[in-house]
């Protein structure tokens, strides 16, 4: 079962900001006190939420160009064809603007 939050909600649940890192051109990781996450320019692309076993995806950017969606799939561990199953089958949850 397909499971959706909204991007604001993702972000809510991440808690006090601590730092940024860049990883290459326009991709940083962002960590926060109850997580971290994959931005690419101004793209929300990848939540994870400390203690919860799903991670969150953008519906439309974890694979929006070829680099985003390999920096994806280093920063998660998991390729584009497996990100997309894990949102079809509830592994995952998909964010929406």
Request: charged letters at 20%; proline letters at 0%.
């Amino acid at each position: 079962m397909k499971r959706q939050i909204t991007k604001a909600a993702a972000l809510a649940k991440l808690g006090q900001f601590i730092a940024v890192r860049r990883l290459a051109n326009n991709m940083y990781e962002i960590t926060f006190e109850n997580g971290f996450a994959l931005q690419s320019y101004a793209a929300l692309v990848a939540v994870k939420v400390l203690g919860e076993s799903a991670w969150y995806f953008s519906e439309y950017y974890h694979d929006y160009s070829t680099t985003t969606a390999a920096h994806c799939t280093r920063f998660t561990g998991y390729d584009t064809k497996t990100r997309r199953a894990m949102m079809v089958n509830g592994e995952a949850v998909g964010m929406t603007e």
